[in-house]
């Protein structure tokens, strides 16, 4: 949502900007220009990304449009739901829960938290992790090494994504200064044919800068950076789900578990100790 308030921000402060200096909207609609500098920078993107990450790009630039921010409230479902499956394992074995842990979206337990069903990351993550458990005594700190590879993988999947983007948007002031040079170009063929038509194909070329300038600041950098904090983001869910996991294994009580996996989650929303006492609880 904030993502497309900021666009449209962007956008009308242009626009607003331009038309109280006298602008004429009209000048700002030159195709030639979109066509050069937009089909410049795919082109660049095609050169500079295989097959497999443009996918991955085409697949996340979607998530910058949904409310992706994990509250409180799905913090405490989640360590609620954590919490309940290893109660459950500690009453009746570790083989109780396995049901759980292989089909998570029908599980009473784990379906309970939707932030966690919804997300494949977090959700693979966990389980996975626990059908390893599952299927014999493995050392605490082997199992954390193995979590450790495995969101270290994750982040190193997707980096390159933020910074592909990330470079496309640097390169567009350069793409818009190719569009404004073609557009001298063609100016210095026109010169002969007054000042009017003269004076047309200059401003074409600088809209060519102009745009090449406010699609990098404006729009493509700022969605890197954004995409960039949501990988980051969820790179810290998977550390909360390590810590609650590895505490387990390390023969904590779930309850201490919870509240050791709580001290993992960033301050803005972090709930209190009373918070996931009462939730766990079962209190409002």
Do not use: W
Not at 26 to 48: R, Y
Not at 141 to 151: F, G, P, R, S, T
């Amino acid at each position: 949502m904030f993502v497309i308030i900021g666009i449209v921000v962007v956008i009308v402060s242009v626009i607003v900007g331009f038309l109280i200096a006298g602008g004429n909207l009209v000048l700002l609609i030159q195709v030639s220009e979109f066509i050069t500098i937009g089909g410049a920078a795919l082109g660049s993107l095609l050169i500079s990304a295989p097959p497999s990450l443009i996918k991955k790009i085409m697949k996340q630039i979607p998530q910058l449009f949904k409310s992706h921010q994990t509250t409180k409230e799905d913090y405490l479902e989640m360590l609620k739901v954590f919490t309940t499956l290893f109660l459950t394992a500690q009453r009746e074995g570790l083989l109780a829960v396995e049901k759980h842990i292989e089909n998570p979206e029908k599980s009473e337990i784990l379906s309970k938290s939707k932030s966690f069903i919804e997300d494949p990351a977090k959700r693979d993550f966990f389980c996975d992790t626990m059908k390893v458990m599952l299927a014999g005594s493995v050392p605490p700190q082997e199992l954390e090494n193995m979590m450790d590879a495995e969101i270290e993988t994750f982040e190193s999947e997707n980096r390159p994504v933020t910074e592909t983007i990330g470079r496309v948007g640097d390169a567009l002031p350069g793409l818009g200064i190719v569009a404004a040079v073609l557009g001298i170009i063609v100016t210095m063929a026109s010169i002969n044919q007054g000042a009017e038509v003269v004076g047309h194909h200059v401003a074409a070329a600088l809209v060519g800068t102009f745009l090449g300038v406010l699609l990098s600041y404006g729009f493509v950098n700022p969605m890197s950076a954004n995409l960039g904090l949501l990988i980051h983001e969820k790179a810290q869910d998977l550390q909360i789900i390590k810590t609650i996991i590895l505490a387990y294994a390390k023969g904590n009580p779930p309850l201490v578990a919870a509240e050791m996996a709580r001290r993992v989650i960033f301050s803005d929303e972090r709930p209190t100790f009373s918070e996931l006492e009462n939730t766990l609880r079962g209190k409002k």
